[in-house]
C-alpha cells in the first residue's frame, strides 16, 4: 500500500499518527525529536523504523539537523540490536525517498535492519562499470548542486 502525501493531510499520517499517540507502536525510542519502534511488516526479526516527530513527506522537507539526528539514533540502536539477543549479524540502514526508490509511507523514516546470514532479505542491482570521465563528470554535477543553497 503505497500512502501519498499529496492525497492526506500530515494529520492523517499513519506515523504522525502514532508520533501523536493515535495508533499503537512498540516503541524503543522517543525524544523530542524523533521516536523509534518495531515496524508492523518486519523484513527481519527487530526490524525498527525511526522516525520524526515533525511530519516531512521526504528528505526535501526534513533538515539537516533532524536528518542527523535520525541517523545518530539509528546508529544507536544498531548497536543496541547486536547487544539484545535478537539475531544480528550486520545491519543495514535503509531510508527510502519517493516512490520509485520503494517509499510506501510518505512520511521520512530510518529503517534499522538487523541482518542475519539466510534471512532472505537482499537488495537487487545491476550494478554498471563507467569510466573515470562519466564518474568525473557526475561527481561534478553533484559538487555544483550541493554548493548551491537549498
Known amino acids: 500500500m503505497v500512502i501519498r502525501e499529496g492525497a492526506q493531510a500530515a494529520a492523517d499520517c499513519a506515523f504522525c499518527q502514532i508520533v501523536a499517540g ?18 508492523i511488516r518486519p523484513a527481519t526479526a527487530g526490524h525498527l523504523l525511526v522516525v520524526p516527530r515533525t511530519h516531512a513527506a521526504g528528505l526535501t522537507e526534513l533538515s539537516a539537523e533532524l536528518g542527523e539526528r535520525m541517523f545518530a539514533v539509528g546508529h544507536r540502536l544498531a548497536l543496541a540490536l547486536r547487544q539484545s539477543g535478537v539475531p544480528c549479524e550486520g545491519v543495514n540502514l535503509f531510508l527510502a ?4 526508490a520503494g517509499q510506501e509511507v510518505f512520511h521520512v ?6 541482518r542475519s546470514s539466510g534471512d532472505g532479505f537482499g537488495l537487487r542491482a545491476s550494478f554498471r562499470s563507467p569510466g573515470r570521465a562519466e564518474l ?15
Not at 136 to 150: C, F, K, L, V, Y
Request: hydrophobic letters at 40%; zero cysteines; a negative charge.
Open 22 to 39: 493515535r495508533l499503537e507502536s512498540s516503541q524503543v525510542h522517543a525524544d523530542q525529536d524523533v521516536i523509534a519502534f518495531m515496524d
Open 97 to 100: 525517498d519517493g516512490e520509485v
Open 109 to 114: 523514516h530510518l529503517h534499522v535492519l538487523p
Open 136 to 150: 568525473d563528470a557526475t561527481a561534478g554535477r553533484i559538487r555544483q548542486a550541493a554548493a548551491s543553497p537549498r
